[in-house]
């Protein structure tokens, strides 16, 4: 007799189990992406994107520029570290004039950090602003 309701108890524990494990991978991600030239004085431009829950900076990046025709990007692979961002907007970094794509990470505190991995590997995390920053090394 009191097998029933632990049965129902238990089924709906899975349930509310499971729905959280299913919410959790069907998640986007949203996050910010600012592309800044101060080496030309462009003025910055701000894109808003998504990428799927712990997925790559780099699929953020494709999904942007799939659904928005004012921003493309281009990366080389590197056989070390896998995809080095290239060109934004057009624009390439140039080893003969030492300059290139920067990535740099803002949270929503405003503190801002130079991740030490590439497009490739970088998992952003809710609600970062991803600065594409061209500048010379
Ligand atoms: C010099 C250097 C740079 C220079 C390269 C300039 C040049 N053309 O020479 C500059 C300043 C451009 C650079 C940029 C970045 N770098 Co760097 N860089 C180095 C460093 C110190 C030496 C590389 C080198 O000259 N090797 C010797 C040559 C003979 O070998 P090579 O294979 O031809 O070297 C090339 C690659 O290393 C490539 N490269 C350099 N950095 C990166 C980063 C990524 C993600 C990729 C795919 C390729 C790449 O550029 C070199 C020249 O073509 C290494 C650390 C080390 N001591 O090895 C870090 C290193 C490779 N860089 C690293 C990182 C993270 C970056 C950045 C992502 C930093 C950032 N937050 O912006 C950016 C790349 C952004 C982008 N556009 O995709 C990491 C990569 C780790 C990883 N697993 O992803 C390393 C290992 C340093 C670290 N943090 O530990 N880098």
């Known amino acids: 007799?009191?097998?029933?309701?632990?049965?129902?108890?238990?089924?709906?524990?899975?349930?509310?189990?499971?729905?959280?494990?299913?919410?959790?991978?069907?998640?986007?991600?949203?996050?910010?992406?600012?592309?800044?030239?101060?080496?030309?004085?462009?003025?910055?431009?701000?894109?808003?994107?998504?990428?799927?829950?712990?997925?790559?900076?780099?699929?953020?990046?494709?999904?942007?520029?799939?659904?928005?025709?004012?921003f493309k990007f281009t990366y080389t692979e590197n056989l070390n570290y896998g995809p080095y961002l290239e060109s934004v907007n057009g624009l390439a970094g140039n080893s003969a004039d030492h300059t290139y794509w920067e990535l740099l990470v803002e949270y929503p505190n405003g503190a801002t950090k130079r991740p030490d991995v590439g497009i490739g590997?970088?998992?952003p995390a809710i609600n970062e602003t991803i600065i594409l920053n061209f500048t010379k090394w």
Do not use: F, W
Request: hydrophobic letters at 50%.
């Open 121 to 123: 590997c970088y998992i």
């Open 1 to 70: 007799m009191m097998v029933k309701p632990a049965l129902h108890s238990a089924a709906l524990l899975l349930l509310l189990l499971l729905s959280g494990i299913l919410t959790e991978y069907d998640d986007q991600v949203p996050l910010k992406v600012v592309v800044k030239n101060q080496i030309d004085g462009v003025a910055p431009l701000n894109y808003n994107t998504s990428v799927v829950y712990r997925g790559i900076l780099l699929g953020a990046l494709k999904r942007l520029m799939s659904l928005n025709s004012d």
